[in-house]
């Protein structure tokens, strides 16, 4: 599929080194717009709605669950995990790779984060019936997620009318930090304790595509203690 490349490694590594890591180092969250332009992005955005259409995306998954709480009144998105090398995903991993270069560019500049591997694509859909997501953290308890990103897909859109607009608590500061979510527009922010959010409901069908960067180091530490409590479960059952 022929995409424009809109922008060059050149421009992906001075975005990262000059607006990226600085703003996260300095706010915890930055974004950037218009990443892919209006052809490569149109792309894109043909593709989730082809799969919305096709019945792919399903309703969002709870880690966990509360007696009498309904998954709606937590989350009320539908999804589908992507790897990008689907058929009819060209547009969407063309998308992953510019970011997967600009996060290559940030890791040896954040932190002591060794950042290696990352999630698949998670492609949501808030189907605009006031569906959003409470406020909540992504990663509150060292499962090794250190960076979301978030690529958004929403042409003509009004937060006022609309409504969708994704609101960061950053922790330690009194203000909150609104991001509507913008065609072409891609966010970056801390998946850690430091960027509490939520998606206030939507009123018009909200698309968007996250994906998760690893610390390589809390992720293996992460899984050494599923491992232990799996095999310790095991041992109780058998």
């Given amino acids: 599929m022929p995409f424009i490349e809109h922008v060059s490694d050149a421009d992906l590594e001075r975005l990262a080194l000059e607006r990226v890591v600085p703003a996260l180092q300095d706010f915890g969250f930055c974004y950037l717009d218009g990443v892919l332009g209006e052809v490569a992005g149109g792309e894109v955005l043909q593709q989730v709605i082809d799969m919305h ?24 998105d539908k999804i589908a995990w992507v790897s990008g090398m689907e058929r009819g995903c060209e547009a969407i991993n063309f998308l992953l790779n510019m970011i997967d270069k600009m996060i290559a560019v940030c890791a040896s500049r954040l ?60 922790e330690g500061t009194s203000f909150v930090a609104d991001i509507e979510p913008l065609f072409d527009r891609l966010l970056f922010f801390w998946s850690d304790r430091r960027n509490p959010h939520e998606v206030q409901p939507s009123f018009n069908t909200r698309y968007a595509i996250t994906v998760w960067y690893f610390d390589s180091e809390e992720r293996a530490e992460a899984k050494r203690r599923f491992k232990n409590l799996t095999d310790s479960s095991l041992k109780q059952s058998s």
């Avoid at 096709?54 to 709606?72: E, F, I, K, N, T």
């Avoid at 002591?112 to 492609?123: Q, Y």
């Avoid at 406020?135 to 969708?164: F, M, Q």
Wanted: a positive charge; aromatic letters at 8%; proline letters at 5%.
């Fill in 53 to 76: 259409q096709a019945g792919v995306l399903q309703d969002g998954r709870l880690v966990g669950s509360v007696p009498g709480v309904h998954r709606s009144s937590i989350r009320g």
């Fill in 111 to 170: 932190e002591s984060k060794k950042i290696r591997e990352r999630s698949k694509a998670m492609v949501a859909c808030y189907p605009g019936n006031g569906a959003g997501y409470v406020k909540h953290v992504d990663n509150p308890n060292s499962d090794g997620r250190c960076i979301t990103c978030i690529y958004y897909l929403n042409k003509d859109w009004s937060a006022k009318e609309h409504g969708g607009v994704l609101r960061i608590f950053p």
